[in-house]
């Protein structure tokens, strides 16, 4: 897109070109000339503070030496950039420590000159009260331009009096708090914004104070407060956004008063950031953005080269801006790692979470940096606040040279006669804006169809109808018109406003067109038909009152028609769907139907959300259980999709899911015991300053990489005492490991089950432990060892050994993974008599075929004989019985791999054991399709005999391993 050098390039176009350049030179020449000895370089914080202490020390008032500060900095920033070549955020940064220095000296003058009239302000509790100047926009982001005006809002802590001045034993000068710093705000505005002779140091704004112009010039926290509950816009959320504290210093990062100033950042970040999807701003800023185009659309009026404004024009600045403000506040309440104030960090962030391609972030963070450079070189010019391009030739030909664009010979294939630097660089602009308004516009359409559309169903013309009007239902086709009769005429859609109702008709219509097939659509796949749009309403029902949900389905047209396409292909989906309805906005992310679950990248984003939350002050435990299911239910979702399309097989299903919850549970152990640590309270103290030694072993399903939607899981907690060995000097009361284990393990389980505004995560069994539910939560690794290997009185049980075959160490301490597994496999290769066991083993499968009763009429998938159960059964009798003999059956490869296994080994006749396995395959899969269908996995009649091949394989099987039974 850009043929030249985008950022930090040195170039031979003068820098005393600018007029404002040539202007400090000559009134500050002994000035500019110690600047530049003692301040080589890009002015910094540094720099700048002595820089000011220089003109101070000469005898100028504070006002001049800000001022002329200020001239000399900007001089040199015109020649790093222009002539040394220094990146735009050099460029940035430095405007924005001038700010904050300069407002850090202003506002300690102002203090104490007003303190030797009224005496310091103070709380009740005679605590010095601060005020805050918070820095917006560009100031805020630390990407101040060099002649912008600064946005300031000025917020004070807290309530009060000043200490007033003893005059002869006499308290004078009292006034309010609010008086002190109103004053203050002025003298600020004198100081900072005042031209004199020696120019002015920023232009100040406060017109993004709360209530803007009508509004005080300072305001309490319980002032703001108050305002965002009850007046706060949406756009000012994007204001917000940026904020931070710039002066005074002390309340900064690293000052004395920072962490009081925290409360601030605890305010603000509640009213830029929901803790839902809020596709509810979409029209808000899309009005702002109307009015900020009307507005440049009316300045242009007549003065053509107005056109020509790199900020406010279509495809500026602004529209980069507001493109990555609008992705932020959507979803930054869920994903805090995306929150940045900058514009060029929080790109990159924003392609790692799959919100914009990363083509699309690096093109636009291009685009940025080139239109930063463009606007600064316009200002450089005369110091002026304009983002037009001048119309000199010469001055436009010098902004070309300056980014290090040389006129050339021959022009490009497209233009071959545009030869000169201006016109490059004219003709890159064109190129630039047009990508950049291209994307903001595809971003915030306004969720309207094309003329084709026609409000979403056919045949419907004219304005546009509520959900409840008749000739809007009757423009539907049967039989969705009947069910739009019944969902209109419930109290709950009667009583919405009228917006929501034109809202609800439009969704509707437009999926009855996508569902049923629109004649105007390129599309060739086959229509849903009308079941996708009946599930489609009867998940809207539940949902009337979730606007941000409505509002993402009315904005995204793609993830409506996923949706739909979701809905028709399974009923379990609608189920999903309804308890978890956050997790449609997946439908929007592009890498859908890409890979596999990738538990690396899935625990890593987990970190970096945690640290995110950290970083905001808000990783409550409250926050991180949300957090964990809102991911896992998202994952959940991912491979939900991926198998109703067709793309992953059953057994991949089972894996992810499994690999999932291994994930999940590993984060999981991290973050509770990290809060545990926190308040152990008495019984926990052995885990403060400790890692935890604790291992999850999966059983089950989870044990086996076959686990399913919904599954529960059955787990067992071990810890290992070797590197948890008790104090020898400890008293008879001292809380020891196990004590801390068992309040860990039922703290995880709760983490893991508790039900909250996000949802649930599992459902977690421990029976599989050692002396099942009566017995301990937790066992000492040393004490399941000898459970597991008959030592001693205690010793498990035959149906518990069966378990083990398909056991495993899932997450939490990696030690012991491998002892685990030593214990594993002394465990089944231990030799057994063949016929004990196999009456053992039929005698459980007898109690768990009368527990499943099904009619013979019937064939229940999993429990009839000849069903799963069976191959399952067989499975773990074959690893007990030979597993000594041979060991590659103690591998926990799964059922069908080890039914393999078995037949080269001679255990099973040949062709059983590979007929077995595919038999296990399709009863899987049918069973699989049955779930997500709701329908009945006891099958009977055209379903029955559809299976009875699998079923004869598996009888075949019980027959050869059983032959006496």
């Given amino acids: 897109m850009i043929d030249f050098p985008s950022d930090a390039v040195k170039t031979d176009a003068p820098a005393d070109h600018s007029r404002f350049v040539q202007r400090v030179r000559r009134r500050y020449g002994v000035e500019w000339a110690h600047f530049a000895q003692t301040a080589p370089g890009t002015p910094r914080t540094v720099d700048i503070q002595a820089l000011i202490d220089h003109l101070l020390a000469q005898g100028r008032e504070l006002g001049s030496a800000l001022r002329i500060a200020r001239q000399l900095v900007l001089e040199r920033l015109v020649c790093q950039d222009v002539s040394a070549g220094s990146p735009m955020l050099d460029i940035t940064a430095s405007v924005t420590e001038l700010a904050e220095v300069t407002l850090d000296r202003a506002l300690a003058a102002a203090e104490a000159e007003l303190d030797q009239k009224h005496g310091a302000p103070l709380n009740d509790q005679g605590q010095r009260v601060d005020m805050w100047v918070i820095g917006m926009g560009k100031l805020g982001g630390r990407e101040l331009n060099v002649s912008s005006d600064i946005d300031l809002i000025y917020v004070y802590e807290d309530d009060g009096e000043t200490a007033g001045i003893n005059d002869n034993g006499i308290l004078r000068g009292r006034i309010t708090v609010h008086e002190y710093f109103s004053q203050i705000a002025r003298r600020l505005s004198t100081l900072i914004g005042d031209t004199t002779e020696d120019g002015f140091v920023f232009r100040v704004d406060l017109a993004l104070r709360p209530n803007g112009n009508s509004g005080p010039s300072v305001v309490s926290m319980s002032m703001l407060e108050e305002y965002f509950l009850v007046q706060g816009r949406e756009w000012e959320r994007f204001a917000w956004l940026k904020s931070r504290i710039i002066a005074p210093r002390r309340a900064m990062p690293g000052g004395e008063h920072h962490t009081r100033a925290l409360q601030l950042r605890n305010l603000v970040m509640p009213f830029v950031y929901r803790r839902y999807l809020d596709y509810g701003v979409f029209e808000g800023l899309r009005q702002l953005h109307r009015k900020i185009r009307d507005e440049a659309t009316r300045r242009a009026a007549g003065r053509p080269e107005r056109a020509n404004d790199v900020k406010l024009a279509r495809g500026g600045i602004r529209e980069i801006e507001f493109t990555v403000q609008l992705l932020q506040v959507v979803r930054g309440g869920q994903f805090p790692e995306i929150r940045t104030r900058s514009t060029l960090k929080a790109l990159p962030r924003l392609a790692a979470r799959g919100l914009i391609s990363s083509g699309m972030a690096d093109s636009l963070a291009q685009a940025y940096t080139l239109l930063r450079r463009i606007e600064h070189r316009i200002q450089y010019l005369d110091d002026q606040q304009t983002h037009t391009l001048p119309t000199e030739d010469r001055d436009l030909e010098w902004i070309a040279n300056s980014l290090g664009i040389q006129a050339r010979e021959n022009g490009s294939a497209e233009r071959p006669d545009c030869r000169s630097a201006t016109c490059q660089m004219l003709d890159v602009l064109c190129q630039v804006r047009e990508l950049v308004a291209n994307e903001f516009d595809s971003l915030l359409h306004d969720g309207r169809g094309g003329s084709g559309e026609k409000q979403g169903c056919r045949n419907c013309g004219g304005p546009a109808l509520p959900v409840d009007s008749e000739e809007f239902i009757t423009k539907l086709p049967e039989p969705i018109a009947s069910h739009v009769k019944q969902f209109a005429a419930q109290n709950k859609v009667t009583i919405l406003s009228d917006a929501a109702k034109l809202r609800l008709a439009k969704l509707i219509g437009r999926a009855t067109l996508i569902a049923l097939g629109d004649e105007t659509s390129t599309d060739t796949t086959r229509p849903l038909g009308a079941d996708a749009v009946i599930h489609f309403i009867d998940w809207l029902n539940p949902l009337l009152r979730r606007d941000s949900y409505l509002s993402l389905l009315a904005e995204r047209r793609e993830v409506l028609t996923r949706l739909l396409r979701l809905l028709g292909l399974a009923k379990w989906s609608m189920r999903y769907l309804l308890r978890h309805p956050g997790v449609i906005d997946e439908l929007a992310d592009p890498r859908l139907m890409d890979g596999r679950f990738d538990p690396a990248a899935y625990q890593r984003e987990l970190e970096e959300r945690h640290t995110a939350w950290e970083r905001a002050g808000q990783a409550d435990e409250e926050a991180l259980l949300d957090t964990l299911r809102r991911a896992h239910h998202a994952e959940v979702f991912r491979t939900l999709v991926r198998d109703v399309e067709g793309l992953i097989t059953v057994e991949q299903v089972a894996d992810d899911l499994s690999a999932l919850a291994d994930a999940t549970l590993s984060v999981a152990i991290q973050w509770a015991w990290s809060h545990l640590q926190q308040r152990p309270g008495k019984q926990a103290q052995y885990a403060v300053g400790r890692p935890p030694h604790l291992a999850v072993i999966a ?267």
Wanted: with cysteine; net charge negative.
């Fill in 699 to 965: 059983y089950g399903k989870l044990g086996g990489k076959e686990l399913g939607y919904g599954s529960d899981l059955d787990v067992v907690f071990l810890f290992d005492e070797t590197l948890d060995a008790p104090d020898p000097n400890a008293g008879p009361d001292t809380p020891t490991a196990i004590d801390a284990y068992l309040v860990f393990a039922r703290k995880l389980i709760g983490w893991l089950t508790l039900r909250t505004a996000a949802g649930e995560l599992f459902d977690i069994d421990t029976a599989l432990r050692p002396n099942g539910n009566s017995g301990l939560l937790v066992t000492s690794f040393h004490s399941f060892d000898d459970y597991q290997r008959q030592r001693g009185s205690n010793t498990a049980w035959t149906w518990e050994h069966q378990a083990l075959t398909r056991a495993r160490w899932c997450a939490g301490e990696p030690a012991l993974d491998t002892r685990f597994e030593e214990t594993r496999r002394a465990v089944l290769s231990t030799p057994r008599d063949a016929t004990a066991l196999a009456q053992e083993v039929l005698a459980m499968r007898a109690k768990l075929r009368e527990a499943h009763a099904c009619p013979a009429t019937q064939f229940d998938i999993k429990h009839s004989h000849g069903g799963m159960i069976d191959v399952e059964f067989t499975v773990q009798y074959l690893v007990l019985t030979h597993s000594h003999a041979h060991p590659e059956l103690m591998d926990n490869v799964g059922n069908i791999a080890l039914l393999q296994r078995a037949e080269q080994a001679g255990l099973l006749p040949a062709g059983v054991g590979m007929a077995a396995g595919q038999a296990y395959r399709e009863l899987r899969r049918v069973q699989h399709r049955a779930r997500l269908d709701e329908a009945p996995t006891k099958l009977e009649g055209a379903a029955a005999e559809a299976c009875q091949p699998s079923r004869d394989a598996v009888l075949s099987l019980w027959q050869a391993v059983f032959p006496e039974f």
